[in-house]
Nanobody, 123 residues
Framework: QVQLVESGGGLVQAGGSLRLSCAAS????????MAWFRQAPGKEREFVSA????????SYADSVKGRFTISRDNVKNTVGLQMNSLMADDTAVYYC????????????????WGQGTQVTVSS
């Protein structure tokens, strides 16, 4: 099992940047693929980005490609999401998720979730 805690959310102006971090506790962090999802009020939870066990393969939603960067540190047991050129449409609660071995773009495939961190982008 793995426990996940997100941090780094906040209020930022459009065009600004934020870096989210997800700290994982538990055993064998390096065997988990990690992902970020987000959920805006009244909307479904949507995929943002994912990274494989080693960090050598990543995936991004089209809406964030070129603006967001996912990374992981298997020594510190953390995964990060650097968010640049933020827009009002990026406003949401951002969730960190984990699943064994292979990442997925589908939220139902993830068994482990953090509590979420709010990101608000003012226009």
């Amino acid at each position: 099992q793995v426990q996940l805690v997100e941090s780094g959310g906040g209020l930022v102006q459009a065009g600004g940047s934020l870096r989210l971090s997800c700290a994982a506790s538990g055993r064998l962090f390096s065997v988990y693929a990690m992902a970020w999802f987000r959920q805006a009020p009244g909307k479904e939870r949507e995929f943002v980005s994912a990274i494989n066990m080693s960090g050598g393969s990543t995936s991004y939603a089209d809406s964030v490609k070129g603006r967001f960067t996912i990374s992981r540190d298997n020594v510190k047991n953390t995964v990060g999401l650097q968010m640049n050129s933020l827009m009002a449409d990026d406003t949401a609660v951002y969730y960190c998720a984990a699943r064994p071995l292979v990442y997925s773009r589908t939220s139902q495939d993830y068994a482990y979730w953090g509590q979420g961190t709010q990101v608000t982008v003012s226009s």
